[in-house]
């Protein structure tokens, strides 16, 4: 049965979403893995939705030696520890309004898994709401899961990409905040001011903070809130190559969720090396 309330929100993909009304519904269908992804990662010990699997972005989705996401085989491996397999619905949510949420739907996205969905408004509106968490940690069968090879290219841009990218002019998207935008700082100004040697912007980028694309209770705004952030302010259009980047490619990945399944844009690429690539790197150009 389609969400109504996601659908009343005029997504082009509101299939992407459910709602917490939707969630708690399905919580024990047993066709159904609901994936937790925080930035605290101790959030998930805590509690947790009754049925809920925690998938650790730092250990679960990145190669330990290598900058870069797992490989097939750990995806696979990861998958079927988790019980997953093609015909599972996943549901991923997670703190801060859902960015590490958006973030483990992408790097599955690099390997063709179709069948994920973000929970709208995440942890932070079902604990609004007074829904339950648990810490029971559930257990479900391991899968036969066969992961296809990981496909970068639809979804994912390098450096060298970027560059180009930047010099043909083609639009930017910067989902930082504005001080790390103008160079004044080099994070965000809660955490260490530490990772890369100059601050800045990679010139032409737009500055949009992925945070705009979200209500106080965690939900996405709706699709006319958002296309006059991204259309009218920033001149964007659905046919346009979009690449978004932040400053290790977790809050793009929030935007490039907005402006892929929300706005239904064709081609949206995340540049996940972001800031910590770019401002470190010798001769690359900045504006500030």
């Known amino acids: ?3 109504l309330s996601i659908a009343a929100k005029g997504y082009a993909h509101p299939d992407a979403l459910v709602s917490t009304d939707w969630l708690a519904a399905h919580v024990d269908d047993p066709t159904i893995r609901i994936i937790e992804s925080d930035e605290d990662v101790l959030l998930y010990d805590i509690g947790h939705i009754r049925g809920a699997q925690k998938v ?16 097939r085989e750990a995806f696979q491996a990861l998958l079927r520890r988790l019980g997953i397999d093609s015909s599972t619905t996943v549901v991923f949510y997670g703190d801060k309004n859902n960015w590490w949420a958006t973030y483990a739907f992408w790097v599955f996205q690099l390997f063709g898994f179709k069948n994920a969905k973000i929970l709208d408004g995440g942890r932070i509106k079902w604990e609004q709401e007074g829904r339950e968490f648990v810490t029971d940690v559930p257990k479900f069968p391991p ?14 841009a390098f450096r060298d990409e970027v560059l180009e990218h930047a010099r043909a002019p083609r639009p930017l998207v910067d989902v930082r905040s504005p001080d790390e935008y103008s160079g004044k700082k080099t994070h965000m100004p809660e955490y260490p001011q530490e990772g890369v040697l100059r601050g800045g912007h990679i010139p032409g980028a737009k500055s949009v903070p992925w945070g705009r694309a979200a209500n106080p209770d965690g939900t996405f705004k709706s699709a006319d809130e958002l296309r006059a952030i991204y259309e009218k302010e920033q001149g964007l259009a659905p046919g346009d190559d979009v690449v978004t980047y932040c400053r290790i490619g977790e809050r793009s990945s929030h935007t490039w969720f907005v402006l892929s399944y929300l706005l239904g844009y064709d081609k949206v690429r995340t540049y996940d090396g972001s800031w910590t690539e770019w401002g ?9």
Do not use: Q
Not at 56 to 71: E, G, Q
Not at 145 to 156: L, M
Not at 280 to 288: D, G, K, M, Q
């Open 1 to 3: 049965m389609p969400d």
């Open 280 to 288: 470190n790197s010798v001769r690359l150009p900045i504006e500030r």
């Open 56 to 71: 650790d972005w730092h250990a679960d989705l990145n190669d330990p030696i290598t900058r870069d996401y797992v490989s």
């Open 143 to 156: 899968s036969a899961y066969v992961a296809p090879a990981r496909e970068d290219a639809p979804i994912r």
